[in-house]
């Protein structure tokens, strides 16, 4: 049985008296004291210069070894038969599902349907039905008029620094109404248009090959009955792909549903987004739609405008069963009570046999790096991060504990940061564990490959080398949720050894030389760092 202690479930054998529960998790003062210990250390002076000092010596190294060795990554490179940047795998880290598709294929598929389905019944509110033809002539427009620029939902100079404005181009034409007919599953039509424009880009990937998305789609923890409705809509469209593993989005906006009266407080969120998963993984048999969608999921991710200010934590911070307030919960709060309760969820899947889910939140996008100390201690990896160029000291950490960083340049670029100021190359410079995606290809890509427009623009900004490409390529698939056996295929048998060891260049088309070199300076910063410590104990 299951049984919500303090925000976070606990699973409990039936009889059993004893207040433990089975699985053991980090509480919540001890995570609220790691992450005032980590934000002193953060801010503080001798830290903060030390790895401002070590992360300019590693670029300056970097910048050293291309140099000597660029002329003999490039010779190695081309010793390799058939293998080049276009069929190297690569898998865009960071896409959200409604926005996956480019203006014009959303364009072209909104033409089809009102031309071939416009007596379609798509809409019924209040008792009132009515058609896809009626919506658009309510709306006063034909399929005729419709184009890119009418859709409107390219990004703009408007969208700098106003992330409201980013959420309504989600709209088409500014149209919430066709936003819910063409981007939800949960609508009169079961999310039908919506599964369709998603299998055509699903199948311009798997006849890519080599192109491979990680799809964020969201649960909102209204309610109970999400999880039950998108594994209907995943499994009555056959969304299934060897191309596509899938993340679950929360968005922290549990201050909309207190006010509508949605929710009571925070805990019944968590419970509505927690629960139904603890009882697909204690009965499966129950739940056969569910566990099998689960299959494909392979982690968690926090969303929302993080520009927004926090509440800082206080003495008397309530837990989520008394966060009755209208005010929504800090980053922390949230990123905490998704760490725990995922951490109970995989011990107890782990123990099924079944497959486990790491949280891979934005982090870092805007705001305060309390987010990115937050993300620091629960993830395994981050969606931007690029206020960690303001943060030596976590910037530095991130480096060490090589935490994936899926960067974004384009979408920053509209929204918070010029793409001349971007820190991606500083990054990559650096050996931090970065890899390109798209973010929201319908605002910012134009091509039918959005991928492959962010790697080819990211090229021509920082004059990327092809083994500077087959690097991140390479790093795309190692962060990435697939399973161990598809990075066996894509990257060789021994994928998961360290250094050369684990480089098959045959595969990765990544020197032997730059493999090498990034293993060893990460040695030598750990040995100068242990160093360092002995010295001090001294």
């Known amino acids: 049985m299951f049984r ?42 001798p830290t903060k210069s030390l790895a401002y000092t070590r992360l300019e010596y590693l670029k300056k190294r970097f910048q050293m070894h291309r140099m000597l060795n660029e002329t003999s990554e490039t010779a190695e490179q081309k010793t390799v038969p058939h293998r080049d940047f276009y069929n190297l795998r690569k898998v865009d880290t960071h896409v959200h599902l409604s926005a996956c598709m480019n203006s014009k294929h959303l364009v072209r598929f909104v033409k089809k349907k009102v031309g071939i389905e416009g007596d379609t019944v798509v809409l019924c509110k209040e008792g009132n039905a009515m058609t896809l033809t009626e919506v658009f002539q309510k709306i006063g427009l034909t399929a005729y008029e419709l184009s890119v620029d009418a859709m409107d939902m390219h990004a703009d100079r408007t969208l700098y620094h106003r992330f409201d404005r980013f959420n309504k181009k989600y709209n088409p034409i500014g149209e919430s109404i066709l936003r819910e007919i063409f981007l939800k599953i949960d609508n009169h039509i079961g999310g039908r248009f919506y599964a369709e424009v998603i299998n055509e880009v699903i199948s311009d990937l ?20 999400e999880w039950e409705k998108l594994a209907d809509w995943f499994h009555d469209h056959k969304m299934s792909s060897p191309n596509v593993r899938w993340l679950i989005q929360t968005p922290r906006i549990f201050q909309i549903y207190k006010k509508a009266g949605l929710l009571d407080n925070f805990e019944q969120m968590l419970e509505n987004v927690f629960l ?58 949230y990123l905490y009570y998704f760490h725990a309760n995922m951490t109970v969820l995989n011990q107890f899947r782990k123990f099924k046999g079944m497959n486990t889910f790491v949280l891979r939140p934005h982090a870092g996008e805007a705001g305060s790096v309390d987010h990115l100390v937050a993300a620091f201690l629960s993830s395994e990896g981050i969606s931007h991060g690029i206020m960690l160029r303001k943060a030596p000291v976590l910037q530095y950490l991130y480096y060490l504990a090589k935490i994936g960083i ?42 039918k490959e959005p991928l492959i427009e962010e790697y080819a623009i990211a090229r021509q900004v920082w004059k990327l080398s092809a083994t500077d490409l087959s690097e991140l390529c390479n790093n795309s698939v190692r962060m990435s949720g697939f399973p161990d056996a598809f990075k066996r295929k894509w990257l060789g ?46």
């Not at 207040?19 to 002076?45: H, N, S, T």
């Not at 798997?206 to 009955?225: L, P, T």
């Not at 969608?293 to 206080?314: A, C, M, P, T, Y």
């Not at 798209?438 to 091509?447: A, E, I, L, R």
């Open 4 to 45: 919500m202690k303090n925000g976070v479930l606990e699973v409990h054998l039936v009889g059993n008296k004893k207040k433990q529960g089975l699985y053991k998790y980090p509480e919540f003062p001890q995570w609220e004291r790691d992450c005032k210990a980590l934000m002193a250390l953060v801010v503080d002076g």
């Open 406 to 447: 899926a960067m974004s340049p384009l979408s920053n670029n509209s929204l918070f940061l010029d793409i001349a100021k971007n820190p991606f190359y500083d990054f990559f410079e650096t050996g931090m564990f970065v890899s390109l995606s798209t973010d929201d290809p319908v605002q910012f890509h134009m091509s």
């Open 493 to 538: 048998d021994t994928f998961d050894q360290p250094g050369a060891h684990g480089n098959n260049i045959r595969f990765s088309n990544v020197p032997d030389i730059r493999v090498a070199y990034r293993v060893e300076t990460m040695l030598r910063e750990l040995n100068t760092l242990e160093q360092l410590s002995q010295s001090h104990h001294t």
């Open 276 to 333: 139904p998963l603890f009882k697909a993984t204690a009965e499966p048999w129950k739940y056969p739609r569910l566990c099998a969608l689960l299959e494909h999921v392979v982690g968690f991710d926090s969303v929302d405008d993080e520009s927004k200010s926090d509440l800082q934590f206080g003495k008397s911070i309530p837990t989520p069963k008394f966060w009755t307030s209208p005010k929504n919960p800090p980053y922390s709060y």
């Open 206 to 225: 798997e006849d890519s090959k080599y192109q491979h998305a990680e799809y964020r789609v969201s649960i909102y923890g209204k309610n109970m009955k």
